[in-house]
């Protein structure tokens, strides 16, 4: 049975810091391209950022590039969302994702993504 199961998320003042965590299970082991996805209430689910198989290749949405960094520890399998300058629009319920395509690409579509998390809420302050 596949689990990913989220943690880090909090309430934090903007311009601050948080470090998101998804802990998989039942996976075989670094073979699933990774994501994190958010939704806003009221919002469709949005990607934020993707990770390849190996680490080798990342993607970020633009609305995050250059403040969020996405990594993993296959060996722990888990996958890491480094967030920093936080703003209050970065406010929603924020989601993992394994996509289990064996290709080296990250996707950005949610239709593309077969497992998902529970969500951990990330709430930014002005």
């Known amino acids: 049975q596949v689990q990913l199961v989220e943690s880090g998320g909090g309430l934090v003042q903007a311009g601050g810091s948080l470090r998101l965590s998804c802990a998989a299970s039942g996976l075989p082991r670094s073979w699933y391209g990774m994501g994190w996805f958010r939704q806003a209430p009221g919002k469709e689910r949005e990607f934020v950022t993707g990770i390849s198989r190996n680490g080798a290749i990342t993607y970020y949405a633009d609305s995050v590039k250059g403040r969020f960094t996405i990594s993993r520890d296959n060996a722990k399998n888990t996958v890491y969302l480094q967030a920093k300058s936080l703003k209050p629009e970065d406010t929603a319920v924020y989601y993992c994702?394994?996509?289990?395509?064996?290709?080296?690409?990250?996707?950005?579509?949610?239709?593309?993504?077969?497992?998902w998390g529970q969500g951990t809420q990330v709430t930014v302050s002005s």
């Open positions: 994702a394994a996509d289990r395509t064996p290709s080296m690409v990250v996707r950005t579509a949610v239709s593309e993504y077969d497992y």
